[in-house]
Nanobody, 119 residues
């Protein structure tokens, strides 16, 4: 079994910063891709950022220059550093990993962590 556990969400004022973490545990050989998605109330889930095993990254246009995705392969953990937060960044943030184990390559989701940007 594989489990993704997120942490780091919370309430922050506009212009503030938060750092999200997502640790994968269980039967893992490698994690080719790690991603962060978010879903705001009444909106579809959207891809925020992604990072490959070798560190290649891509970002949604709405977060470029403000958010940074990174990973620690030894810890099977992905991070999302969020700076200059705006009220429109308010959403539930989910990590999403492609994990390779004895069963093959399988996509897993975390449980989500709430980020609220408000004064």
């Amino acid at each position: 079994q594989v489990q993704l556990v997120e942490s780091g969400g919370g309430l922050v004022q506009p212009g503030g910063s938060l750092r999200l973490s997502c640790a994968a545990s269980g039967s893992i050989i490698s994690i080719p891709q790690m991603r962060w998605y978010r879903q705001a109330p009444g909106k579809q889930r959207e891809l925020v950022a992604a990072i490959s095993h070798h560190g290649d990254t891509n970002y949604a246009d709405s977060v470029k220059g403000r958010f940074t995705i990174s990973r620690d392969n030894a810890k099977n953990t992905v991070y999302l550093q969020m700076n200059s937060l705006k009220p429109e960044d308010t959403a539930v943030y989910y990590c999403n990993d492609d994990i390779r184990n004895q069963r093959g390559l399988i996509n897993y989701w975390g449980q989500g962590t709430q980020v609220t940007v408000s004064s």
